[in-house]
């Protein structure tokens, strides 16, 4: 499948790579596609993402994946949902970083005591967008796997990349109208 990939979509897995290794995650997360998205300049997921208003907002982006992290990698909708039960997230966020510090309910990967610094594997989330963003390329016809095509994998994956993503008005169909042609809804 990497053979497929073209310059961009490469550039992103290994930025990818870099921000995980920045936070210290023990595996390259959704999360991580779309902050190394967030970087690239002059690709066609760049371009969408411009078209689309995220410029403007890309720090507000950046602002609310560092937020999920934070609540252990619950999105949005997952915190609200535990607030509906009488679970305020917020509160129990609070309690633990007072406890052991800041960010210590982030999602990494200790191991004795230390922080992994080896290989950074792909978690299965971030494997499911790569997939998906195959089916995406083949649906639209396409004999490549782009940057494009990452973005949209990662609108079409249920979590906190799309649910941010959507929050600023990314969509797959406001995706599919600036990128063109059909993004497949068989992949969905």
Do not use: Y
Request: charged fraction near 30%.
């Amino acid at each position: 499948m990497f053979e497929r990939f073209t310059k961009d979509a490469r550039a992103v897995v290994q930025g990818a790579v870099g921000h995980a290794e920045e936070v210290r995650a023990g595996a390259v997360e959704p999360e991580h596609l779309l902050l190394a998205l967030l970087d690239r300049e002059g690709s066609r997921a760049s371009f969408a993402l411009a078209a689309l208003g995220v410029d403007e907002h890309r720090e507000a982006v950046r602002r609310a994946l560092r937020d999920a992290r934070r609540r252990a990698g619950l999105s949005q909708s997952e915190t609200e949902a535990l607030a509906g039960l009488g679970i305020d997230v917020t509160e129990i966020v609070a309690k633990v970083e007072e406890a052991r510090g800041v960010g210590a309910m982030s999602v990494g990967d200790r191991k004795g005591g230390r922080w992994w610094t080896g290989h950074r594997s792909f978690s299965r989330g971030a494997k499911e967008v790569l997939e998906k963003a195959l089916r995406v390329a083949v649906a639209r016809r396409d004999r490549h796997i782009g940057d494009e095509h990452l973005l949209l994998a990662l609108v079409l994956r249920p979590g906190v990349p799309a649910e941010v993503l959507a929050d600023h008005g990314v969509t797959h169909e406001s995706l599919t109208r600036v990128l063109g042609g059909d993004a497949g809804e068989a992949c969905a």
